[in-house]
């Protein structure tokens, strides 16, 4: 499988406020008719505001997804015949076979069915297995 890697929108909008930010510093136009020094000192608060506000994303929003993404990642590659799992549509089942890209889940009528191996979202703990 290919890894595509996507930036998260947040994540260029803020690249791009910061470099509108530093490119209008470098204007030589000043403010209230200033000195060039002061409209510069004068941005730096902002830039690391800027900043600190993005790595509190970082770490709030981008960091947690991307540990759950990694997690559903590894729980898909450990997959084994004889598991007992949940699909996305609700679908409680156990593998009968697996391959690269779907599974055979058998569920309880007996019946087994043929689902993309990305849609399972779980294996079924102990506590939820039915009978």
């Not at 600190?52 to 970082?58: A, E, H, S, T």
């Not at 590894?74 to 699909?87: A, P, S, Y």
């Not at 055979?104 to 294996?123: P, Q």
Request: with cysteine; net charge positive.
């Amino acid at each position: 499988m290919k890894r595509i890697k996507k930036y998260s929108p947040v994540l260029l909008l803020g690249l791009l406020i910061t470099s509108l930010l530093s490119v209008s510093g470098c204007l030589t136009t000043t403010p209230e008719g200033g000195t060039e020094g002061d409209f510069l000192t004068s941005i730096w608060p902002m830039l690391i505001f800027l900043v600190v506000i993005f790595g509190l994303m970082y770490f709030v929003m981008i960091r947690p997804q991307r540990k759950r993404q990694q997690e559903q990642q590894n729980m898909l590659q450990e997959l084994q015949k004889g598991d007992r799992v949940i699909t996305a549509g609700g679908i409680y089942g156990q593998i009968d076979s697996i391959s690269e890209e779907n599974a055979v889940l058998k569920i309880e009528s007996g019946a087994t069915i043929r689902i993309a191996r990305s849609s399972i979202i779980g294996k079924q703990s102990e506590e939820t297995k039915i009978g």
